[in-house]
C-alpha cells in the first residue's frame, strides 16, 4: 500500500478472525493490484469481479492469455492458486453449427495450451450465473428461475409451522 509517498508491504501471518471487516477488505485490495496490473497489460480483456468471483470477458485466446497473467500475477503477488475445479469458459452460440464451430476452435485452443503445458479451463455450453444473475441461453435461464422457485416454496413450506410467534431452537 502507498502512504506518504512509501509503499508498505503488509503481511498476514495468520488469519482473520470470521466476520473481521479488514479481513475481506485488505484481501479485495490486493486482489484489486493484481487485477489492475494484469488488465493494463490486456486492454482488449474485460474483468468484471466481485471479491474472489473474477469474470475475464474477450475473445477465447485473449482471455486465456489474461487468466495465465492473472493466475501467476496471483500466486505471486498474494501467494494463491485459482481453482481451476470453479474456473470455467462460456462461449455463447447461436444454434448448434455455430456450437460446433466454437467447440472445435476451442479443443484446437486447448490442445496447443496442453502440450505448452498450459491450464486450459473447461467449456461450458449452457451458461454460468455470475453474481446471482444467469448469462446462458433461455433453457438455461428458465432452468435457473425453476430451481430458485422451488427452493423459495421449499423454504417457504417449512416457515409456515413457524408462524406460532415462539422462539424454535
Known amino acids: 500500500f502507498r502512504h506518504n509517498g512509501t509503499y508498505l508491504d503488509v503481511s498476514c501471518a495468520v488469519g482473520v478472525h470470521q466476520g473481521c471487516p479488514f479481513g475481506t477488505t485488505l484481501f479485495c485490495a490486493a486482489l484489486h493490484v493484481s487485477i489492475s496490473l494484469v488488465m493494463t497489460q490486456h486492454p482488449d480483456v474485460e474483468a468484471v469481479a466481485y471479491a474472489d468471483n473474477i469474470y475475464l470477458v474477450a475473445a477465447l485466446t485473449r482471455a486465456h492469455d489474461a487468466f495465465d497473467a492473472l493466475a501467476a500475477s496471483m500466486a505471486k503477488n498474494m501467494s494463491l492458486a485459482v481453482s481451476t ?53 433461455a433453457d438455461f435461464r428458465q432452468a435457473c428461475f425453476r430451481q430458485t422457485e422451488r427452493r423459495t ?12 410467534n415462539k422462539l424454535h431452537t
Request: net charge positive; aromatic share 10%.
Open 153 to 164: 416454496q421449499d423454504l417457504l413450506r417449512r416457515m409456515r409451522p413457524l408462524t406460532d
Open 85 to 137: 475445479s470453479q474456473s470455467y469458459i462460456y462461449l455463447p452460440w447461436h444454434n448448434e453449427a455455430d456450437w460446433q464451430d466454437k467447440q472445435a476452435t476451442y479443443e484446437a485452443i486447448k490442445l496447443r495450451r496442453d502440450l505448452q503445458g498450459k491450464t486450459t479451463l473447461p467449456l461450458v455450453k449452457d451458461g454460468f450465473t455470475c453474481l446471482g444473475t444467469h448469462i446462458g441461453s
